[in-house]
């Protein structure tokens, strides 16, 4: 009778053993899903503050981009009114004065116009806005998908803005055909930065 009731006591504590051990494994394996799960959430929103905090660096980089290439229009469009001032002055007036000096011949006068934009800083300052620009521009290559439209319209202004600082910086033709060439250029610079604007705000 002792066997038996040692026999039935070994079997139920062997059961038990088993029950305990499934029961143990079930909880790590479960413990472990867990942690994985886990982990993987962890990992996913890392993964989307990084990319949210990409997506805001590239707009930042976007709006700087669209500010210095504004500064480097509005320079522009001085440099080119103010040559296509001088040219008329020197062909329909008696005379132009620039940097103290008076000129009657237009070819003359371009040339001290340029002369004077090259000392007083005001080429210096369209080429800084200019070369921003530019720098900015480069580093936009690598566009999230998000912003492949607001990256488009930059390269349309960048494009712009390069044709319209060449004529600021190279006045040629003749009056007319600068004033004509130069407002088309301007519209067309100041219709590609309103387009980027609206995107971006």
Do not use: C, R
Not at 105 to 119: K, P, S, W
Not at 177 to 182: A, D, I, K, P, R
Request: charged letters at 25%.
């Amino acid at each position: 009778m002792e066997s038996e009731t040692n026999s039935v006591e070994q079997k139920k504590s062997k059961k038990s053993k088993i029950i305990g051990l499934v029961v143990a494994i079930l909880v790590v394996i479960i413990g472990g899903l867990y942690g994985v799960h886990y982990y993987q959430q962890v990992q996913e929103k890392k993964a989307e503050e990084k990319h949210a905090k990409q997506l805001k660096a590239y707009q930042e980089d976007l709006n700087s981009f669209l500010d210095s290439a504004y500064e480097a229009g509005v320079t522009a469009e001085d440099v080119v009114s103010t040559f296509s001032d001088v040219w008329h002055s020197a062909i329909f007036d008696d005379f132009v004065t620039v940097n103290g000096q008076k000129y009657t011949d237009f070819n003359e006068v371009l040339q001290a116009q340029y002369d004077l934009y090259l000392t007083d800083g005001t080429f210096d300052k369209l080429d800084s806005a200019f070369e921003e620009s530019n720098t900015i521009i480069k580093n936009l290559k690598n566009t999230p998908k998000e912003y492949e439209m607001e990256y488009e319209a930059a390269l349309d202004v960048f494009d712009s803005l390069n044709d319209f600082v060449s004529l600021a910086k190279n006045p040629k033709g003749s009056l007319t055909t600068f004033n004509q060439e130069s407002s088309e250029k301007d519209n067309a610079m100041a219709s590609d930065i309103q387009k980027l604007d609206n995107m971006l705000n």
